[in-house]
């Protein structure tokens, strides 16, 4: 299956930006050598929401296996409050939306 929204991704490497009162984010995506099963679209990715201090809130990354998940699927994830959940990567256009959606989500969590 080819996601043609990959170069889309792959643009924003790099990107970093505040969001609110000194939370921020970060985008890096990048091309691997070759393609397996823990990164079958062939691509390594981190999307990172920060506290001003530079804590990490919030993450969906594939840099490294899901605890107890089988060796044999694909490592993207998503890191949540200490907790590390298994996430289904469809494209990169969803991944990119599931993110902001929960960056929206945690920024209007403190508004209240």
């Known amino acids: 299956m080819r996601d043609h929204t990959l170069e889309t991704l792959l643009d924003l490497n790099g990107f970093i930006a505040e969001v609110e009162d000194g939370f921020w984010v970060k985008i890096e995506a990048k091309k691997v050598k070759n ?5 079958p679209f ?4 981190s999307l990172t929401l920060h506290a001003p201090t530079g804590a990490r809130i919030l993450g969906y990354d594939n840099a490294h296996q899901v605890p107890k998940a089988s060796k044999k699927k694909p490592h993207d994830h998503v890191h949540k409050e200490q907790k590390i959940v298994q996430y289904e990567y ?11 959606k929960d960056v929206d989500k945690f920024l209007a969590s403190r508004r209240h």
């Open 90 to 100: 469809k494209s990169a256009v969803k991944l990119l939306e599931d993110f902001w």
């Open 35 to 39: 393609m397996s099963i823990n990164k």
């Open 42 to 45: 062939g691509i390594k990715y």
